[in-house]
């Protein structure tokens, strides 16, 4: 599909599955090599959007990385309201862990920042932040990420996990706002 309509906006093709494959492959190459010392590895998925692409990546990744979620939120259709809600969702004991945490998408990294702040992350050996895609020019806090699928510029995307008002997180490809 070149294009799709969700709620009434139309989306055109931005970045098509077979893209995204080779990314995750690239992404699941360079998580090996990093971890390949390191013992006592768990992978922090964020919710919603990042479930599709937590899932696709760790399949790829030769070591075995136990795998929980964090759900965050601070999204109203096309717009963040600069307030992060977080719900924990049954971690482990975190203390002297590697912490790879996985997210579909940094645009302020504000959802980033709160989260890294959380008492949970105080007495862990290591944390990395690994995105499918960056958007570089909107960052509003400073934060390194290890691994890096994409950077794009500031369109609204969708697909491949992210979502418009919750619609659109099923298509294999990822779609930015048509203006």
């Keep these: 599909m070149k294009s799709v309509n969700i709620q009434?906006?139309?989306?055109?093709?931005?970045?098509?599955?077979?893209?995204?494959?080779?990314?995750?492959?690239?992404?699941?190459?360079?998580i090996d090599d990093y971890y390949a010392d390191k013992e006592d590895v768990i992978?922090?998925?964020?919710?919603?959007?990042?479930?599709?692409?937590?899932?696709?990546?760790?399949?790829?990744?030769?070591?075995?990385i136990p795998a929980y979620?964090?759900?965050?939120s601070s999204y109203v259709d096309t717009k963040s309201?600069?307030?992060?809600?977080?719900n924990q969702v049954n971690l482990p004991d975190l203390t002297n862990k590697n912490i790879l945490i996985i997210e579909d998408i940094i645009e302020t990294g504000?959802?980033?920042?709160?989260?890294?702040?959380?008492?949970?992350?105080?007495?862990?050996?290591?944390?990395?932040?690994?995105t499918l895609l960056l958007k570089p020019t909107e960052l509003k806090a400073q934060l390194t990420v290890k691994f890096i699928g994409k950077s794009i510029p500031s369109d609204f995307v969708v697909?491949?996990?992210?979502?418009?008002?919750?619609?659109?997180?099923?298509?294999?490809?990822?779609y930015h706002l048509r203006m």
């Design 110 to 130: 504000l959802s980033m920042d709160t989260l890294l702040k959380q008492p949970l992350f105080n007495e862990v050996a290591s944390i990395e932040l690994c």
């Design 69 to 72: 979620f964090i759900q965050l």
């Design 8 to 30: 009434n906006l139309t989306f055109d093709l931005y970045m098509d599955a077979a893209e995204i494959a080779s990314i995750n492959q690239s992404l699941a190459q360079k």
């Design 81 to 86: 309201t600069g307030e992060v809600a977080i």
């Design 43 to 64: 992978a922090i998925i964020i919710l919603k959007g990042g479930y599709i692409f937590g899932a696709d990546l760790l399949r790829l990744v030769e070591a075995d």
């Design 159 to 174: 697909g491949y996990g992210l979502d418009y008002n919750e619609y659109g997180r099923h298509l294999p490809d990822i």
